[in-house]
């Protein structure tokens, strides 16, 4: 049973900092993209920032750009994410998501962690 388990979220003020981390089960994460996704209330799901399998490959939303930073760990089968400089606008439900690297579409996704950010 594939499974990605989020953790790391809470409640922080504006500029500080947290790392989420995704724990991965049940796939050959190696053989994975991952991505983050993150939903505020009221909002649609969007686009956070995604990483390759097998490299250092990623890819950002403008919005995080130069303060979030995602990694990998594949003999930890964990997905990462750095997140500094932390802004009320990024308080959202953040997901971990998967798909094996030859389709377009994540597939698997996990339950999300809560991040809210004060001012």
């Known amino acids: 049973q594939v499974q990605l388990v989020e953790s790391g979220g809470g409640v922080v003020q504006a500029g500080d900092s947290l790392r989420l981390s995704c724990a991965a089960s049940g796939l050959t994460f190696r053989m994975h993209t991952v991505a983050w996704f993150r939903q505020a209330p009221g909002k649609e799901r969007e686009f956070v920032a995604r990483?390759?399998?097998?490299?250092?490959?990623?890819r950002y939303a403008d919005s995080v750009k130069g303060r979030f930073t995602i990694s990998r760990d594949n003999a930890k089968n964990t997905l990462y994410l750095q997140m500094n400089s932390l802004k009320p606008e990024d308080t959202a439900t953040y997901y971990c998501a998967a798909r094996p690297n030859f389709r377009s579409e994540y597939d698997c996704w996990g339950q999300g962690t809560q991040v809210t950010v004060s001012s």
């Open positions: 990483i390759l399998p097998y490299s250092e490959d990623t």
